[in-house]
């Protein structure tokens, strides 16, 4: 079981658009509609952002948009914020009950 | 609004066990599974294992050998052992709720520290 791969950083200026990527495999991510994302701020517990691909939780802010393209997912974050700065991570259900995670993506707001 | 709340020994020498526990409070225990997460310093998530509320659990086959989960009912807790511990398991170790294939709420984190 690897793990997903994610770009190690993406940076945009407040008010544009960033897209993070989330490239697995057939038996993962290309495999199943169950896909989620993770906000996660220094020192503190990651948050759920998008679920089963493309879903938002209540209270996640309409900027966090999610999809998938074969055996890629992406996470796109339109009209960026200063408080979107931080580490994300995407997580794919792999079968057999068993889950797997991405690398990690730092968002970086120039 | 369900919240999790956790504790456990922070350091541990090489061989030793880690011993976590995870109380859910404000919310139905019964009915999802709770699942385990770690996280060593400055990388990735990684997957332990999940368990419900009859006992029923998944393990990253990568640890299975080592861990094992439990859940107390009558409390609505749950607990996590990880048996001859190296420097490698050094991590924040989270619990969560699952829901469906997703993750949330987590608990605060326990860091666990081994060394010797």
């Known amino acids: 079981q690897s793990a997903l791969t994610q770009p190690r950083s993406v940076s945009g200026s407040p008010g544009q658009s960033v897209t993070i990527s989330c490239t697995g495999t057939?038996?993962?991510?290309?495999?199943?509609?169950?896909v989620s994302w993770y906000q996660q701020h220094p020192g503190k517990a990651p948050q759920l952002m998008i679920y089963?691909?493309?879903k938002r939780p209540s209270g996640v802010p309409g900027r966090f948009s999610g999809s998938k393209s074969g055996n890629t997912a992406s996470l796109t974050i339109s009209g960026l914020q200063s408080e979107d700065e931080a580490n994300y991570y995407c997580?794919?259900?792999?079968?057999?009950?068993?889950?797997?995670f991405g690398t990690g993506t730092t968002v970086i707001v120039l | 609004q369900v919240q999790l709340q956790q504790w456990g020994a922070g350091l541990l020498k090489p061989s030793e066990t880690l011993s976590l526990t995870c109380a859910v409070h404000?919310?139905?225990?019964?009915?999802?599974?709770w699942i385990w997460i770690r996280q060593p310093p400055g990388k990735g998530l990684e997957w332990i294992g999940e368990?419900?509320?009859?006992?029923?659990?998944n393990y990253n086959p990568s640890l299975e050998s080592r861990v094992t989960t439990s859940v107390d009912t009558s409390k609505n807790q749950l607990s996590l052992k990880l048996t001859s511990v190296t420097a490698a398991d050094t991590a924040v170790y989270y619990c969560?709720?699952?829901?469906?294939?997703?993750?949330?709420?987590w608990g605060q984190g326990t860091l666990v520290t081994v060394s010797s």
């Open positions: 057939s038996s993962d991510v290309g495999g199943y509609n169950f």
């Open positions: 089963d691909v493309n």
């Open positions: 997580c794919s259900y792999a079968g057999t009950y068993t889950y797997v």
């Open positions: 404000g919310g139905s225990f019964s009915g999802y599974y």
């Open positions: 969560a709720r699952v829901g469906g294939n997703w993750f949330a709420p």
């Open positions: 368990i419900n509320h009859t006992g029923i659990t």
